[in-house]
Nanobody
Framework: QLVESGGGLVQPGGSVTLSCASSGSIFNIHAFAWFRQAPGKQRELVASTARDGLLRYADSVKGRFTISRDNRKNTVYLYMNSLKPEDTAVYYC????????????WGQGTQVTVSS
């Protein structure tokens, strides 16, 4: 089970760090990702990190967001900088345990609102 936290109200240009805590060990999990869903829009993949170190980012967040995983803390992070109003969304984390695709299971997510 993954539990997201860390969202809130942030001013444009500000920063926030999201956490995704796993109830079990993440050491052997193939990959993790952060997704987001804004009102009236489809859920989109924001960033992903694989065990081999491969990182991927949506073009809209490249250079501003950083994803990382801490196997000792069983937690995946999303460091979000230079936030824009269009980053406003509910952010979710997900896992691909074996390289076969993201699970069809979603947590509550955490709301990030970028507004002055």
């Amino acid at each position: 089970q993954l539990v997201e936290s860390g969202g809130g109200l942030v001013q444009p240009g500000g920063s926030v760090t999201l956490s995704c805590a796993s109830s079990g060990s993440i050491f052997n999990i193939h990959a993790f990702a952060w997704f987001r869903q804004a009102p009236g829009k489809q859920r989109e993949l924001v960033a992903s990190t694989a065990r081999d170190g491969l990182l991927r980012y949506a073009d809209s967040v490249k250079g501003r967001f950083t994803i990382s995983r801490d196997n000792r803390k069983n937690t995946v992070y999303l460091y979000m900088n230079s936030l824009k109003p269009e980053d406003t969304a509910v952010y979710y984390c997900n896992q691909d345990p074996n390289g076969w695709g993201w699970l069809n299971s979603w947590g509550q997510g955490t709301q990030v609102t970028v507004s002055s």
